[in-house]
């Protein structure tokens, strides 16, 4: 049956062949992190529900790889049943029917026999594979959130971690928040978009700690749910007008065109546990890099496939670098806007 990296070798060299031999391919060029990211389509019909969270982050190709070293720091090819003609040869190993599959490799191998997706990637090569039966019927979560469990193998490579977080602030400095499902991520974040302090992520975003702790944006698109938007006045008619929804959450896409600036990048300041509290005014108090640990660890760890022990000491490294706090919201989110302004801008 091969190995999988004979596997991986031939649907890669397939791919190259198929978009040699098809006239209707396109490419999609990211700035993610400071790196470039290029995605290769087998169909210009594939892309805008592949990249739609990713227009912030667009360059222009031809400038960018010229610019750099020729060649991208990843590339990503993509494609579906539909483009192909049909599905690819079944895996080389025994994966079930049912839950995630994952290779540990190399190469990094991930497979979603619900769904029948597939995503790899050879970190010698620095080239992904990633495969989905059909793109128009691709998961709301997956549009919001495309390619995340390769970015994720992609960035643990060059010390980054993918984190299951939201981000706000600027050039000049930003937060981190934290916290399981329901704590006020989003719409803290969200509450944040328009105003001074300025908007990164509301889900998933990208740390490292090399040169200092940094935060980088991933997706231009935010979930929130009926309640979180009846306290987002200014979101309100926005949201209404999005048609797309995963679960109980509406998602609504931001960045270019939509008049909601969303910042790639910025240098983290503090990383702050949001609360939604019923009644009372927003306010902050210092908590134990512990109890940051403990609602930073868990939800990124359990998302993302592959070693969680590297992962793990990526999380604790960045929570030692940075002080903790725990932000209390009230009913308007709005009033813990200066707050965040003051622990992202501390000097001003």
């Known amino acids: 049956m091969g190995s999988a990296s004979d596997y991986f070798q031939r649907l890669r060299q397939w791919f190259v062949q198929a978009r040699a031999a098809n006239g209707d391919s396109s490419d999609f060029v990211a700035r993610i992190a400071g790196r470039l990211v290029r995605i ?13 969270a990713l227009r912030h982050l667009e360059v222009e190709s031809s400038v960018s790889l ?22 690819p040869p079944p895996l080389p190993f025994q994966t079930g029917d049912a839950g995630l599959f994952h290779f540990e490799g190399p190469p990094q191998i991930a497979w979603e026999p619900a769904l029948g997706s597939l995503a790899a990637l050879d970190p010698a090569t620095q080239v992904a594979l990633w495969r989905t039966p059909d793109l128009a019927r691709i998961p709301a979560w997956e549009q919001a959130g495309p390619l995340r469990r390769i970015l994720h193998w992609w960035s643990s490579g060059w010390g980054g971690q993918l984190v299951h977080a939201a981000a706000v602030g600027d050039e ?11 704590s006020g991520k989003s719409t803290t974040a ?11 992520a509301d889900d998933y975003c990208l740390v490292e700690t090399a040169d200092g702790p ?6 231009a698109s935010a979930k929130a749910n009926r309640g979180s938007i009846a306290r987002l006045s200014r979101l309100q008619e926005a949201f209404s007008q999005s048609p797309l929804w995963e679960e109980s959450k509406q998602i609504l896409f931001l960045g270019p065109g939509t008049g909601w600036e969303v910042v790639p990048s910025a240098p983290l300041r ?21 109890e940051t640990l403990r ?27 940075l002080p903790c706090w725990s932000l209390r919201v009230g009913p308007d989110p709005d009033e813990a806007v200066p707050l965040l302004q003051q622990l992202a801008h501390p000097s001003t």
């Open 40 to 52: 290769e389509f087998l169909s210009s019909r594939d892309a805008p529900m592949v990249v739609r």
């Open 66 to 87: 010229a610019n750099s070293s020729g060649r991208p720091d990843l590339t990503v090819c993509c494609w579906d049943d539909v483009a192909a003609g049909g599905p």
């Open 172 to 182: 000049s400095g930003g937060v981190l928040l934290v916290g399981r499902g329901g």
């Open 190 to 200: 969200l509450s944040c978009l328009g105003t001074r302090v300025g908007y990164l």
């Open 214 to 219: 940094r935060v980088h944006s991933l997706y």
């Open 270 to 290: 503090g990383i702050v546990l949001p609360r939604i509290i019923p009644t009372g005014p927003a306010s902050l108090a210092p908590i134990s890099k512990g």
């Open 295 to 321: 609602a930073l660890a868990p939800s990124t760890l359990f998302q993302m496939p592959g070693e969680r022990g590297p992962a793990l000491q990526r999380l604790t490294t960045l929570v030692q670098q």
